[in-house]
């Protein structure tokens, strides 16, 4: 992502943060507890919502612009936390390394959405928590898909590869995790084209 793009990057989010999306955060993230892993962990926006029972916690952000944002606020948290370049399709640690794993607004611009959840069933324990809050295709609304798709090349070449219409809740069902609670919802004050969200938690099994 572009330098100038990073640093404006939550500025940009600030009115979708403050209409619901903190607060989504808030409540996927307190519940999680032991070792956990972030992927594209951007800014940091996460990074003062994970509770005390959190006593392990890798932040791992591939682009070196969004990894110096994220590393200035790791730096005034209270968290002890470890910061890594590395991207989802390579997660850099062995199998069933982590109790919980979390991609908040990730898999809709990973290069290879099925590799990125592999790898994230690959370093859960068995058991272990996915957490995931991501936009998907507005299958509900064939004149919001539409435009999706129409958008979409040109959307993706200015937005860090971001797609408007992956079918994520398949993607994550295709890779053998158990959904544990799933919610659809419009994400207020979003533009159309990246309102129409999933989020929850699914298990690995």
């Given at each position: 992502m572009l330098k100038v793009a990073a640093r404006l990057y939550d500025r940009i989010m600030s009115g979708v943060e403050e209409g619901g999306l903190a607060e989504w955060r808030r409540s996927l993230l307190d519940p999680l507890s032991g070792r956990v892993l972030e992927i594209g962990a951007g800014t940091g926006a996460n990074l003062d919502?994970?509770?005390?029972?959190?006593?392990e916690l890798v932040l791992a952000e591939p682009d070196r612009h969004m990894r110096?944002?994220?590393?200035?606020?790791?730096a005034g948290s209270?968290?002890?936390?470890?910061?890594?370049?590395?991207?989802?399709?390579?997660?850099?640690?062995?199998?069933?390394?982590?109790d919980a794993v979390v991609a908040t607004l990730v898999l809709c611009s990973v290069a290879d959405q099925g590799a990125v959840l592999r790898e994230i069933r690959r370093v859960l324990r068995p058991g272990g928590v996915?957490?995931?809050?991501?936009h998907v295709a507005c299958v509900n609304d064939p004149d919001t898909l539409r435009w999706q798709r129409r958008i979409e090349p040109l959307w993706r070449l200015v937005s860090g590869n971001c797609h408007l219409t992956r079918s994520t809740e398949v993607a994550i069902t295709a890779t053998g995790f158990v959904f544990d609670s799933i919610e659809h919802e419009g994400m207020s004050r979003a533009p159309a084209i990246v309102r129409s969200t999933i989020r929850g938690t699914a298990i690995r099994q």
């Open positions: 919502r994970y509770p005390e029972q959190v006593t110096s944002q994220l590393l200035r606020r790791v209270e968290h002890t936390v470890e910061v890594i370049g590395s991207a989802g399709e390579d997660i850099p640690f062995p199998e069933a390394s982590f996915f957490v995931f809050l991501e």
